[in-house]
């Protein structure tokens, strides 16, 4: 009877295990791994690569671990993910959209250039036609031939990484400007945090940016931005949006620290539209006020362009 009763509780511990790693392999989305090289590494997330001859991965996938360990901690979990480096040649049979090389995340996925990006290309073309006098700090950071991919895979591969951890609970939010400002804060949490070294990669070109002012924007407004988001605008007018998060995210962690990180996060997940409605604006300015902070609500008390 007791042997009968051990082997049942094993049965029972065995399906338990099983059932728990089936629902992980369910998040990740690996009918886009096809194809891939899978990389060893010493990371406990998968990672592949569409050509396996480019190593230029070292530094990424360093910066993308002590980005999850601290993610882990703060938001209490073990989230797994796979990381996919894409040539360019290879964007549009792996990525989720172009343009190739444009770091982007869902559905347990990490997708990244393995070479030069399409945006870096062209934003160091325009750059490089500016007055020289303007190029200095820009130099000083990314060298001497402006390496932009320093900012837009090095950096923003861990604003791409903490949308997973929301994305994780949750992928309809009450607004999509909040989840991208829960990415920026994340990332700049975890630079200003665990990578000194990352920092000025992370700050100096959207400084840059936010100085050149907004000419370069034809839509303004956060309602522009809900409606027409990554495909609907401009790259230009995309990043420019990014660029005014990533102020507002600075502006908000310099004032309350990490703590209103872990806040927003629950936010977007509690609020989620395949659980509860959508909110007025009115309706969504008290509950942040009430949950997460009023710095929060004043991004839509205080954005400029109405």
């Not at 190593?55 to 796979?82: C, G, M, P, R």
């Not at 990043?239 to 936010?267: H, P």
Request: charge should be negative.
């Amino acid at each position: 009877m007791r042997k009968q009763t051990l082997i049942n509780l094993i049965a029972v511990v065995i399906c338990f295990l099983t059932t728990q790693m089936k629902a992980q392999e369910s998040w990740i989305d690996e009918s886009i791994h096809d194809g891939l090289i899978e990389l060893d590494t010493e990371y406990s997330f998968k990672t592949l690569v569409s050509n396996d001859s480019i190593k230029n991965t070292t530094e990424t996938l360093k910066n993308i671990n002590n980005a999850k360990l601290y993610f882990d901690k703060i938001f209490q979990t073990d989230l797994e993910f796979a990381v996919m480096f894409i040539e360019n040649k290879e964007w549009n049979t792996y990525a989720y959209f172009p343009p190739p090389g444009l770091p982007q995340a869902g559905n347990g996925n990490v997708i990244l250039g393995l070479d030069k990006s399409i945006v870096s290309i062209e934003v160091e073309k325009m750059i490089h036609q500016l007055p020289v006098q303007y190029l200095s700090k820009l130099k000083s950071v990314y060298g001497e031939k402006i390496d932009l991919d320093l900012f837009y895979r090095e950096t923003l591969s861990i604003h791409e990484l903490a949308h997973l951890y929301h994305f994780k609970e949750g992928t309809e939010p009450q607004r999509k400007w909040l989840q991208e400002v829960f990415a920026t804060m994340s990332m700049y949490a975890f630079i200003k945090n665990k990578c000194n070294s990352c920092y000025d990669l992370m700050n100096t070109y959207p400084e840059f940016t936010i100085q050149s002012g907004d000419k370069m924007a034809e839509f303004k407004t956060l309602k522009d931005f809900e409606e027409k988001y990554v495909q609907k605008l401009s790259p230009q007018n995309y990043e420019w949006f990014q660029m005014q998060f990533y102020k507002n995210a600075k502006s908000i962690l310099d004032l309350k620290g990490d703590g209103i990180v872990t806040k927003l996060r629950n936010f977007l997940i509690e609020t989620d539209l395949s659980k509860t409605d959508k909110l007025s604006d009115t309706e969504l300015k008290t509950r942040l006020e009430k949950e997460v902070g009023k710095e929060i609500a004043n991004i839509l008390n205080n954005w400029n362009y109405k």
